[in-house]
């Protein structure tokens, strides 16, 4: 019984760092909504052309992680909705936020490396120029230089 509980408790401490992430994103989009315009043209200039850009500004409130994620967030949506730049903004947000184990799931290897990895909105090509993971074709394996694969 020990164990079980130890294990429940890791389980929840690494899943909260994602949650808390996402909790900070919508807590800056509602601050960045709620700026006036010459303020959000003052930290555009501070922060620089990457920031205009960033993900988390441009993306539409569906395409962000729910607030009230449990362990499983399902993305359904059709053709041209943004579910594989969710996804690899969602994978980049949860190495930011330090966890180390990330899975990936698609209908073939072929799609995976394709579209989720090298695809125009795949995590190869979304990724933060400071942060880019290397792919390690002989283990089909991502791996961050904080350690997350």
Sequence with gaps: MARRSRAKRSRIKVTDRFINAIEHIYLLRERARKAEDADL????KLLGDDF???????ARDSQLPP??????????????????????SAVHIAVR?????????????????????EGPSGILKTAP?????RWIASRRRLEWANGAS
């Design 41 to 44: 043209r003052e930290i555009g």
């Design 52 to 58: 205009a850009k960033d993900w988390i500004f441009s």
């Design 67 to 88: 607030l009230d994620l449990d362990w499983c967030w399902l993305f359904l949506a059709g053709r041209g909705a943004g579910k594989s730049h969710a996804m690899s």
């Design 97 to 117: 936020a330090g966890i180390g184990r990330i899975h990936i799931v698609a209908p073939t290897t072929a799609d995976c490396h394709d579209v989720n990895l």
């Design 129 to 133: 120029h400071d942060d880019v993971p």
